[in-house]
């Protein structure tokens, strides 16, 4: 949580080296190359920092130094200082090789001894799995044959799986299974991108660092919660992986439950790892696991048709590249749970996420119940404005509240207004990818950000009667939304149901 009008200064993370797995790919050069940069220009890489990268593809150091410089010039979020840039560079180098061939760890164990002795890293390994899930296991038991994740002599070794950790609650619990003969569960770090927004990480603060929330936190105040990742994007160009994943495993058991654990855990005993990760796992523990039926009665899952965003015409989902033509995989799910504890029993939960959706929105939104109005006889109780706290996370970092009140004049008139704190007005923070927190904490060993085994279990816990419901009804019950829309009228209708609305996408109302 790093921003220049800090109360506290934040020190240079201990020394390491930094291997990257799929160095070659997107990831790297979209994201962790221009995170890695902005933590060199806040001074919180250390000096005796070495950056590896690995990948099949044959090139040598300094073709792979360059090719990292054209992308940070392209993906940078702020002005490049090249004394920085050339500080950062300087430090890089390339292992070509397979990433299931023993070769390539051999070349990979002579490059770290290497660069340990000249750079002074101390033997601290950072290894990064940017790579397709399915290379997870196979690399992390290689670097276990290796004996290269090994902690020995005070150095830590850790390692940086991206999402998705599984595709299933079977295939999640085999991931941990196989990761865990090789490492210690504290030095592994689930990581989700999400996690390093500072509007995700203020939810803590929010809801701990101010006593005028608490008492209001639970359901005799809340009437119901909306989470929403909404994407104008389409598919593009990942039909592939997008057709055997769909929206629900690509979101909803990660990003949506990060928002979810955060607003609904229970304070943890202390700030630190063990405490609120143990809190996060056991409200999604808490989630009540619906049968088959009932996972068909309380969700929706769509697929875009062709339509226009922003001007733009945009071919139905089955026409993508590498995508089959009678697919029945969703681009959207909308989802109704319910947590099963003394603080939440009777409010649902209402998750959505789409892809091809007419505008680009992640929120929050905790809906309050409404106070008795009979004193405001004359003000209809549907012109008056709903009690919302809405944590915006995408496009823009905000937390606002609607509430109502009066109108000026002679007359008891009463009004909806909103206050809204916009994190750009109050701090002068450089844009982020949101990586840096998290490269920062795996690299100081803070793992509160991080997902351990049991949260991750019990997100696909959750998830696993609706994802088995909807392949058994295959394209039974699939629902159709124009491309550029809000969403299917199916998941209106499941909102309505339970006596509630979604608030609008285009201005968040």
Same mark, same amino acid.
């Given at each position: 949580m790093m921003h220049n009008g800090s109360a506290r200064k934040i020190k240079p993370a201990?020394?390491?080296?930094?291997v990257v797995f799929g160095a070659s790919g997107d990831l790297t050069h979209r994201l962790l190359v221009p995170a890695l940069y902005n933590l060199a220009a806040e001074?919180?890489?250390?000096?005796?920092?070495?950056?590896?990268?690995?990948?099949?593809?044959?090139?040598s150091n300094e073709a792979f130094r360059e090719d990292l410089r054209k992308a940070l010039h392209e993906f940078a979020t702020r002005k490049v200082d090249e004394k920085v840039a050339d500080r950062l560079l300087k430090c890089i180098s390339y292992v070509d090789g397979a990433g299931d061939d023993e070769e390539t760890y051999k070349k990979l164990g002579a490059e770290l001894e290497r660069v340990e002795k000249a750079r002074g890293t101390e033997g601290n390994r950072l290894f990064y799995m940017a790579t397709p899930p399915s290379a997870f296991r196979p690399i992390a038991c290689a670097l276990g044959r290796a004996g290269l994740a090994r902690e020995e002599n005070g150095a830590w070794r850790r390692?940086?799986?991206?999402?998705?950790?599984?595709?299933?609650?079977?295939?999640?619990?085999?991931l941990n299974r196989d990761l865990l003969k090789v490492l210690n569960e504290n030095q592994i770090y689930r990581i989700d991108h999400y996690l390093g927004k500072e509007t995700v990480q203020n939810i803590m603060v929010l809801r701990f660092a101010n006593g005028l929330f608490e008492p209001i936190w639970n359901r005799q105040h809340i009437d119901h919660v909306q989470i929403?990742?909404?994407?104008?994007?389409?598919?593009?160009?990942?039909?592939?992986?997008?057709?055997?994943?769909?929206?629900?495993?690509?979101?909803?058991?990660?990003?949506?439950?990060?928002l979810l654990s955060l607003i609904a855990m229970e304070p943890p005993a202390r700030f630190d790892a063990r405490a609120v990760r143990s809190e996060k796992a056991e409200v999604l523990e808490a989630v009540q696991v619906l049968t088959e039926a009932e996972a068909l009665r309380?969700?929706?899952?769509?697929?875009?048709?062709?339509?226009r965003i922003a001007e733009k015409p945009v071919e139905e989902y089955r026409k993508t590249k590498d995508v089959r033509p009678d697919s029945t995989i969703e681009t959207y799910a909308a989802l109704k749970l319910t947590i099963d504890n003394w603080r939440w029993a009777g409010v649902p939960f209402f998750l959505r996420t789409g892809k091809a959706l007419e505008s680009r929105r992640t929120e929050v939104a905790i809906k309050f119940k409404q106070a008795p109005f009979a004193m405001f006889r004359e003000t209809p109780i549907e012109r008056l404005a709903q009690n919302?706290?809405?944590?915006?996370?995408?496009?823009?970092?905000?937390?606002?509240?609607?509430?109502? %009140?009066?109108?000026? @004049? &002679?007359?008891? /008139?009463?009004?909806?207004?909103d206050m809204t704190f916009r994190y750009e007005d109050y701090f002068d923070d450089a844009p982020s990818t949101g990586y840096e927190t998290l490269i920062?904490?795996?690299?100081?060993?803070?793992?509160?950000?991080?997902?351990?085994?049991d949260g991750v279990e019990a997100g696909w816990r959750i998830v696993q009667p609706f994802l088995d419901?909807?392949?058994?009804?295959?394209?039974?019950?699939?629902?159709?939304?124009? %491309?550029?829309?809000? @969403? &299917?009228?199916? /998941?209106?209708?499941?909102?309505?149901?339970?006596?509630?609305?979604?608030?609008?996408?285009?201005?968040?109302?």
């Open positions: 201990p020394p390491c080296s930094f001074g919180l890489l250390p000096e005796a920092f070495a950056l590896i990268g690995v990948a099949r593809t044959e090139m390692l940086i799986v991206e999402k998705p950790f599984g595709t299933d609650l079977e295939s999640a619990r085999a929403t990742v909404a994407e104008s994007l389409t598919v593009g160009r990942r039909g592939r992986f997008y057709d055997s994943t769909g929206a629900l495993r690509d979101m909803v058991p990660n990003h949506l439950f990060q309380d969700s929706v899952r769509g697929q875009y048709t062709e339509g919302f706290l809405v944590l915006g996370v995408q496009p823009e970092e905000h937390i606002s509240l609607q509430f109502n %009140a009066k109108i000026p @004049g &002679p007359s008891i /008139a009463i009004g909806g207004v920062y904490d795996c690299m100081i060993g803070d793992a509160i950000l991080f997902q351990r085994a419901a909807w392949k058994e009804k295959g394209g039974d019950g699939l629902a159709f939304y124009k %491309a550029g829309s809000s @969403g &299917p009228a199916e /998941a209106e209708n499941l909102i309505k149901n339970n006596g509630r609305a979604w608030r609008t996408l285009v201005n968040g109302e």
